[in-house]
Nanobody
C-alpha cells in the first residue's frame, strides 16, 4: 500500500486547510486510517483516526471540535479538515493505515502509532499567528 499525503501549506491562525491522503496498491475500504503529526524535536503524536467502516472516529483532545477526519472509499482517499487552525498545529502531518483492517479492542487502539504499518511521506502545515 502506498500513501500520498497532500494539501499542506501556510495558513493564518483561525483559518482552514484540508489535507488529503490518497491510497494505492491495495484495497482501501477494508482498512482503518489515521493522521498523526510531528513537530521538529518532538515525537510523532496522534491527531485523528477513522474506522474502516467510517462509522467511528477518534480525535486528540487538542483538535477535538476543530478537525474532522473523513474518508471517500470510491476515491481511495482520507481527508483531514482543519478549521480554526492555531500556531500550535504547525507540524508535518502523516497519514497511516493498518495491514489488516481489523476491529480493535479496545477501539482506542486506533489512536496508537503502533497499530499502523503503512505511512505516507508527510505534508507540512504551517499556521502563522
Amino acid at each position: 500500500v502506498q500513501l500520498q499525503a497532500s494539501g499542506g501549506g501556510l495558513v493564518q491562525a483561525g483559518g482552514s486547510l484540508r489535507l488529503s491522503c490518497a491510497a494505492s496498491g491495495d484495497t482501501f475500504n477494508n482498512r482503518n486510517m489515521a493522521w498523526f503529526r510531528r513537530v521538529p524535536g518532538e515525537r510523532r503524536s496522534f491527531v485523528a483516526a477513522i474506522s474502516r467502516s467510517g462509522q467511528n472516529t477518534y480525535y486528540a483532545d487538542s483538535v477535538e471540535g476543530r478537525f474532522t477526519i473523513s474518508r471517500d472509499d470510491a476515491k481511495n482517499t482520507v481527508y483531514l479538515q482543519m478549521n480554526s487552525a492555531q500556531p500550535e498545529d504547525t507540524a508535518v502531518y502523516f497519514c497511516a493505515t493498518d495491514r489488516t483492517g481489523r476491529t480493535y479492542s479496545p477501539p482506542t487502539r486506533l489512536t496508537l502509532s503502533s497499530t499502523y504499518q503503512y505511512w505516507g511521506q508527510g505534508t507540512l502545515v504551517t499556521v502563522s499567528s
